[in-house]
């Protein structure tokens, strides 16, 4: 064969020399590695002002992405607070629905977009910290204080 070669190329450097880490190399396996992380809301006590329809869209899919329950004040004033499980957005308000399993009753409800006159992210957020790393981190800090009884078993989310 006869065709160029990758390494003959002028601008590559080694991947796993010095020079390739000063020069910033895109070869470098250890910037290649790097992805960049999700940052998270924190939603835990938010009110969200629903001034326009699409302000309501975009609070209720957050309320279904959120792992605590929400309290959602209807337009007859009532409020049902509780897990939002699931919801259907259609063209209208008229024709979306969240279901929630209220908290404190095991009738799953639906409630149509239209009927929703605020929405309150009121309880706890069961998986906020509950990060890998934050865990690796509390396990390798047990470790280092000499704390013998250490498994891998998950704590408790409550």
Do not use: C
Not at 11 to 40: I, R
Not at 41 to 69: C, H, N
Not at 71 to 83: F, H, M, Q, R, S
Not at 134 to 145: C, D, I, L, R
């Amino acid at each position: 064969m006869t065709g160029p070669r990758h390494a003959d190329r002028p601008s590559h450097v080694a991947p796993f020399t010095s020079a390739s880490k000063s020069e910033g190399s895109p070869l470098n396996p250890d910037t290649l590695e790097v992805a960049p992380g999700t940052v998270h809301e924190s939603m835990q006590g938010w009110v969200p002002k629903l001034a326009t329809e699409e302000d309501l869209r975009i609070a209720l899919e957050k309320a279904f992405d959120y792992r605590g329950d929400v309290t959602v004040i209807l337009k007859n004033n009532a409020e049902i607070e509780g897990y939002l499980f699931d919801r259907t957005s259609g063209p209208s308000l008229a024709t979306s629905f969240v279901r929630i399993l209220p908290k404190d009753s095991t009738q799953k409800l639906k409630i149509a977009y239209a009927n929703i006159a605020a929405l309150a992210f009121t309880g706890r957020d069961t998986a906020a910290g509950k990060s890998w790393e934050a865990w690796v981190g509390k396990y390798w800090q047990k470790k280092a204080s000499g704390e013998g009884d250490l498994t891998l078993e998950p704590e408790s989310l409550e």
